[in-house]
């Protein structure tokens, strides 16, 4: 009986903090983007997941992968509609070529 409970105390402590990093990563939290030559980026996943009703595969293995800086993201690319501009291209949301929207996504 002692032992039983020594060994569930063990997983407790093993799996809180698991489970707790499982859910700062679901929804994804917010990513920080350092572009050369512009401002930060910050991308928050709440914003764009729950705010406008979206699932994460939505954007999750068609527009972007699931790890950070896996794939190189830039304006020229974003213009020709790949990564945010598959959506930021005027018609769903906002257009990445339209410079009066740059601090919407860019700040110090």
Do not use: W
């Amino acid at each position: 009986m002692k032992k039983n409970r020594i060994v569930l105390g063990i997983l407790l402590c093993l799996l809180l903090p698991i489970s707790a990093i499982a859910q700062l990563l679901v929804g994804g939290g917010n990513i920080h983007y350092n572009p050369k030559g512009a401002e930060p980026v910050i991308f928050n996943h709440e914003k764009h997941v729950a705010a406008n009703g979206r699932k994460c595969s939505a954007c999750h293995f068609g527009i972007f992968l699931m790890e950070k800086e896996s794939l190189k993201m830039n304006m020229s690319k974003m213009s020709k509609g790949d990564f945010c501009g598959a959506c930021h291209n005027g018609k769903t949301a906002f257009d990445v070529e339209d410079r009066t929207q740059c601090n919407r996504c860019h700040h110090k």
